[in-house]
């Protein structure tokens, strides 16, 4: 008679001689330190031995979810750093510097202002690539002839750095606008218990307390036992600190993953150890067991689309829950079955199955919208459907990466329209400036056209001949008719 001693046979007051206690193998404790001394080593009261296959390991692995990088004017100026921009800057203010006081000595230049305010507009009219030769050799003409050399050199000095930025700008801002933007985020689990964003992990496990996290109470309580206490930067005290650090700011949180999805969209608590709440908005850290890591991030991007940031650093963080039991005849049934379970892979589905009836379970509570969405995301994972791979650059640029882009652009034709009309409006203040000295000394009854044979000829046939070497007849492109 076999029976395992969860069985009623334990509850049986007379020892029977028939009955041969036979325990089954166990699945489910942690092997952490107080396992390992209380069934493992060899002073343990109680002495059971691991099963080889089906052990089920628990590597931490971390991630970072931030809210997904929206197309701004700061993305105009990313393609270049910081540094890059400074040094534009000083080579643009160089260059006009140096170009208005090398032609400072033109005579075609009426004054300073005047003179550097063309350097001005000729030195972006080539960042723009919007240069005119016309335009160029006027406003570099008449100078010496060491002047001429200096100018030449500085000139296409600016015309290559302009070539080069350009075209590197140019690229690298298509890549920025069709591709999906980088996001700039920490690098390091060291650097993020460093920072202010919350750290969460969802892993538990059962004591007599309750659910308490794997990670807080079990894995990284058995890590500090073996180091010892140290205010040293480097070594086992560097690691101390961290590890204490670290402990102090993880944050564990319980629920269904959906729920917490939920909570995490609509801006609300979520139910932490001993039935507190914690705030848990993005950007946030989770450091958690891969499995449930990836449950997690399933349950909040299935109500939100954050950017999920993965990092493949290796953590100190691991455990293991073998199978376990007494060494008697069973032992190699047990091991042979759970050994071709492994090696065929219906273990692992199993663990899969296991994981997304769980999750589905979770559903139940959720609302008749959110439950159909959560149903056949887990009818797909079910299915294995594979999206199809599609790179980033190959798809269509969206409004919203381009709207910004031709916001730019609206406002530098708002500017030359500005500028237009100022142009125009001072072409006209001149022109009546010449007309109302003209009608000054003329007859105002007379028509005269601005054409150097008829003024003079009207000019004469009023009697007014010396009047007429006033008129500046060198300009023929000037033809008013009143």
């Not at 692995?61 to 990088?69: A, D, G, K, N």
């Not at 260059?95 to 305010?117: E, P, R, Y």
């Not at 801006?267 to 946030?284: H, I, M």
């Not at 652009?409 to 500028?419: D, E």
């Amino acid at each position: 008679m076999l029976k395992s001693e969860h069985d009623e046979m334990v509850k049986l007051k007379k020892f029977d001689p028939r009955v041969l206690p036979v325990p089954l193998p166990l699945w489910g404790h942690l092997a952490n330190r107080a396992y390992n001394e209380l069934y493992i080593i060899k002073r343990s009261p109680v002495k059971w031995d691991w099963y080889v296959h089906g052990i089920t390991f628990l590597p931490f692995e971390f991630l970072i979810l931030t809210p997904m990088s929206s197309y701004s004017f700061e993305t105009l100026v990313m393609p270049f750093d910081a540094w890059i921009w400074t040094a534009t800057l000083i080579s643009f203010g160089a260059t006009v510097a140096i170009l208005t006081v090398l032609t400072a000595s033109s005579h075609l230049k009426g004054s300073l202002f005047k003179n550097f305010w063309d350097k001005v507009f000729w030195t972006i009219s080539v960042i723009f690539d919007q240069t005119d030769t016309e335009f160029t050799s006027v406003e570099f003409k008449s100078t010496s002839g060491s002047v001429t050399r200096m100018l030449q050199v500085w000139i296409a000095i600016w015309y290559f750095i302009t070539f080069f930025l350009g075209m590197v700008y140019k690229g690298s801002l298509f890549s920025w606008l069709t591709a999906t933007l980088p996001l700039t985020v920490p690098t390091s689990l060291e650097s993020l218990v460093d920072s202010d964003w919350p750290i969460v992990t969802i892993t538990a496990g059962k004591t007599e307390l309750g659910a308490t996290s794997i990670l807080k109470f079990s894995i990284i309580p058995d890590l500090l036992y073996g180091i010892k206490p140290s205010t040293e930067l480097t070594g086992e005290g560097k690691m101390y600190n961290f590890l204490t650090k670290l402990n102090n700011k993880v944050e564990f949180i319980t629920g269904n993953v959906f729920e917490i999805g939920l909570n995490v969209t609509e801006n609300r608590r979520v139910q932490s150890f001993s039935n507190s709440t914690v705030k848990f908005n993005l950007p946030c850290v989770i450091l958690d067991e891969v499995s449930k890591l990836n449950a997690l991030v399933g349950g909040i991007t299935m109500f939100t689309n954050p950017a999920i940031v993965r990092n493949h650093e290796m953590t100190p963080f691991i455990s293991r829950v073998p199978w376990h039991g007494e060494r008697n005849f069973l032992y190699p049934l047990f091991a042979r079955g759970l050994g071709q379970l492994v090696q065929s892979g219906i273990f692992s589905k199993w663990d899969q199955f296991d994981q997304i009836s769980e999750q589905l379970g979770g559903a139940r509570g959720l609302n008749k919208t959110h439950k159909g969405i959560v149903t056949k995301s887990r009818y797909n994972m079910v299915r294995e459907v594979k999206k199809k791979i599609q790179f980033a650059e190959a798809s269509a640029v969206s409004i919203s990466a381009m709207k910004y882009a031709f916001s730019f652009c609206a406002m530098i034709l708002c500017l030359g329209l500005v500028a237009f009309v100022g142009e125009v409006y001072n072409f006209g203040n001149v022109a009546n400036n010449f007309a109302n000295n003209f009608a000054s000394w003329r007859n105002p009854t007379d028509i005269v056209y601005f054409n150097r044979d008829e003024v003079r000829q009207k000019l004469g046939d009023t009697g007014r001949k010396g009047r007429a070497d006033k008129v500046d007849f060198d300009v023929p492109q000037f033809r008013f008719v009143w």
